[in-house]
């Protein structure tokens, strides 16, 4: 089977080490074999970026604009291709992956426009006769470093920032799915990136992910809270600039006055599709014990009916865990949820379907307490947890009583309850009526306390982080 290499330098790079990519929905299919980089590629990755950095900055804003429009337009033109390629490695429902993919080809439009929108500021000085201007460059190179659970759309709202404002980039995807990425790499190549603009390193998080924090000018990470926290204790030693997106224990709020239909809706999609597996995932259900015992039996009838299966089959609605060590972790949450005192009124189990995979069923406790253990730490799977609560200020107080904030969410017909939960919830996103996941590419994205670093993604403010502000003094004489 040929390999698919690393694109350094502008050059297919196949190296001495490579990985199968393997479909979890049917572990008998290879989806191909990867190469697995070396810190020496990173080091020649960088320096390549390095010096391509120049001319790209040079590049008219026209020209950056077309190379990224181009990008995106192939990737939706191509999405059913590339949707469908997502879900047979990462395992989320053929849809999903042509949501995602469609996704992306948004993002890289959206910036291609941003290139020629992005401005600096002019201001008369403190001092008479004296201009200001106050203009953004280019940080240098950046590294980007990506999680398995969104291939696409992740990359995509990293590189495409990057690139827009005149960055070079190493880009290092998840082990688990080297092929959106090399997908992606390909696409950039082709819509004209220069040479050695882009750099895509696929292989080790310990050896290229760590050359890549340790040789870079700004990192760009998403992923879990312990390899975030030692990727900004390493940047900080550097005085790099960082920005990490990780973890979530999201709380969904379910009122007395919530249309109860809605709620269960939320909850379900929110909980547990895309396996779960999702940063913005609903795993806390906080529901006043008035609508309780109907939400709680509304949920669980409808997981009864979900149906679980072959990520590219039609009619699945929820496909397999990612890989055999995720589902070990899920199994293992769903025992320490029934240790701890909790009730799995729906309990997940791996699943047989025609193919072998990493079918799990979803799961859903009740009588669960906001300090076990299933409340207090990421699943990152298709189990969530009902904790009943007595009224809207109880339910505020749980929500917030988390080392996490990426995402929250209330359902409620009061406007006064929505107004407050808004301006109170400790999250970077909160979410009226909706799920907790779901959200859109113009605007920030990011969390608070433990699940975010840095300054937010997506939409003008990636500006934050991808540039860097010169003020300028000037005395026209
Ligand atoms: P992970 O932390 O294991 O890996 C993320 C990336 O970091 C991978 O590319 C990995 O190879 C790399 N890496 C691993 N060790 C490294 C090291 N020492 N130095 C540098 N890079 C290293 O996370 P994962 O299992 O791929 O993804 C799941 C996690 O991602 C979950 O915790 C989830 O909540 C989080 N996530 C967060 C967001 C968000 O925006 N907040 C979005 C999606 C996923």
């Not at 120049?54 to 950056?64: F, I, L, Y």
């Not at 806390?284 to 939400?295: G, N, S, T, Y």
């Not at 917030?400 to 406007?415: A, C, E, P």
Request: charged content about 20%; glycine content about 10%.
């Amino acid at each position: 089977m040929a390999v698919f290499g690393n694109l350094i330098a502008g050059e297919w790079r196949v190296g001495a080490d490579a990985r199968a990519n393997i479909n979890p929905s049917d572990t008998n299919d290879v989806i191909g074999e990867y190469a697995v980089g070396s810190r020496r590629d990173v080091e020649d990755a960088v320096a390549a970026a390095r010096q391509a950095m120049k001319g790209w900055a040079r590049h008219t804003e026209q020209q950056r604009a077309d190379i990224l429009f181009r990008v995106g337009e192939e990737m939706f033109a191509r999405r059913e291709e590339l949707g469908e390629q997502l879900a047979r490695e990462e395992g989320k429902t053929r849809a999903e992956g042509i949501g995602e993919v469609t996704r992306a080809s948004q993002i890289f439009r959206f910036f291609a426009g941003e290139v020629v929108r992005f401005g600096g500021e002019f201001l008369p000085s403190v001092r008479p006769g004296i201009d200001v201007s106050i203009r953004r460059e280019p940080v240098g190179v950046v590294g980007l470093i990506t999680p398995w659970n969104f291939p696409i759309a992740i990359a995509a709202w990293k590189i495409a920032p990057a690139l827009a404002y005149g960055n070079a980039v190493v880009l290092k995807p998840a082990d688990l799915t080297p092929a959106s990425a090399w997908a992606l790499a390909d696409i950039l190549h082709r819509a004209g990136v220069p040479a050695g603009v882009f750099n895509l390193v696929m292989g080790r998080g310990t050896v290229v992910g760590q050359a890549i924090v340790e040789t870079t000018d700004a990192v760009s990470f998403t992923g879990s809270v312990a390899t975030g926290t030692g990727i900004v204790q390493t940047a900080a030693s550097r005085m790099i600039r960082v920005q990490c997106e990780m973890g979530g224990k999201n709380p969904l709020v379910v009122m007395d006055d919530a249309d109860l239909d809605l709620a269960i809706s939320c909850a379900v999609d929110g909980s547990f599709f895309q396996t779960g597996q999702r940063c913005t995932a609903s795993s806390r259900l906080i529901v006043h014990e008035a609508i309780h015992d109907r939400f709680v039996a509304g949920v669980a009838e409808r997981l009864e009916k979900i149906v679980t299966g072959h990520a590219l089959k039609a009619g699945t609605q929820v496909g397999p865990v990612v890989d055999a060590k995720q589902l070990e972790q899920d199994l293992s949450y769903v025992d320490i949820g029934e240790k701890d005192g909790a009730h799995a009124l729906v309990r997940g189990q791996r699943l047989n379907r025609e193919t072998p995979g990493f079918y799990l069923s979803p799961t859903l406790f009740t009588e669960s307490t906001n300090d076990m253990r299933i409340n207090r730490e990421e699943v990152f799977g298709p189990v969530a947890a009902v904790i009943r609560v007595k009224d809207y200020e109880e339910a505020l107080a749980t929500a917030n009583d988390t080392v996490f904030g990426l995402s929250s969410g209330i359902v409620t017909r009061s406007q006064k309850l929505s107004q407050h939960f808004q301006a109170n919830s400790e999250s970077g996103l909160t979410m009226v009526n909706l799920p907790t996941a779901g959200l859109d590419y113009h605007v920030p994205f990011g969390g608070r306390k433990g699940s975010s670093y840095g300054p937010r993604e997506q939409g003008r403010y990636a500006a934050e982080f991808y540039t860097i502000v010169k003020t300028s003094y000037a005395m026209p004489v």
